[in-house]
């Protein structure tokens, strides 16, 4: 699976906006594009995920670049319960490894009252 | 539907103690996962299962062994602990594991520490 990256930390005003980026430039054409979080001492959870489509759900919107190089995740009004580390994620359907996640650090995202 | 459950959910142990991390999902998931995460760091893969009957070593498997009991059961062993294994352990499944599009779910975590 391809590489991530993505800033290290991040803040957000409450009930703003945020665009956590992640570029993936060596994508393939068959890698999907997941993003997880975990709060606070507690294990990751799913957000979204998408292939090449702009993807939205009840928690987050996905947006991906036309080259899929670069991916955004987009929560429309952050609150505090949205601080968390953020992971953008690569999965492939072959290879090795094809069954695992592979988590970097992620993007810490500090809410501000 | 409980998901993923974990036990115990903190630990302590001496060095050269063994112990055995305990997780079940009942989603009916094929896949199984291990990870270990350290202060500060990203998730490190230990061990998997794709499927029943199959283990396999992820990143850092030195000095665990693993149990796939059942579909729903995936066993943690640390023979002889050490303080290096100082960590906090995730469980998790994913229903098929090769599908990129899948899901994985994760249980709540195990804190343990190896004095």
């Known amino acids: 699976d391809a590489k991530t990256t993505q800033p290290n930390s991040m803040e957000s005003n409450e009930e703003e906006p945020v665009h956590l980026p992640c570029n993936h430039s060596?994508?393939?054409?068959?890698?999907?594009i997941h993003w997880y979080r975990q709060l606070p001492s507690q294990g990751p959870e799913y957000v979204i995920h998408?292939?090449?489509s702009n993807v939205n759900n009840r928690m987050a919107s996905l947006a991906i670049a036309e080259d899929r190089k670069s991916s955004t995740l987009i929560l429309h009004r952050a609150t505090l319960r949205d601080a968390a580390v953020y992971y953008c994620?690569?999965?492939?359907?072959?290879?090795?490894?094809?069954?695992?996640?592979?988590f970097g650090k992620g993007t810490k995202l500090s809410v501000i009252p | 539907n409980a998901g993923v459950t974990q036990t115990p959910k903190f630990q302590v142990l001496k060095t050269g103690q063994s112990m055995t991390l305990q997780c079940a999902q009942d989603?009916?998931?094929?896949?199984m996962y291990w990870y270990r995460q350290d202060p500060g760091m990203g998730l490190r893969l230990i061990y998997y299962?794709?499927?029943?009957?199959?283990?396999d070593k992820g990143e850092v498997p030195n000095g665990y062994n693993v149990s796939r009991l059942n579909k729903r059961e995936f066993s943690l062993r640390l023979e002889s602990a050490a303080p290096s294994q100082t960590s906090v352990y995730f469980c998790?499944?994913?229903?098929?594991?090769?599908?990129?599009?899948?899901?994985?779910?994760f249980g709540p975590g195990t804190r343990l520490t190896v004095l």
């Open positions: 989603m009916n998931h094929n896949s």
């Open positions: 060596t994508i393939s054409g068959t890698d999907y």
């Open positions: 998408g292939l090449t």
């Open positions: 299962s794709a499927s029943e009957g199959t283990t």
């Open positions: 994620i690569l999965k492939g359907d072959s290879g090795a490894g094809s069954y695992q996640l592979t």
């Open positions: 998790a499944s994913r229903l098929s594991g090769l599908k990129a599009g899948d899901t994985q779910y």
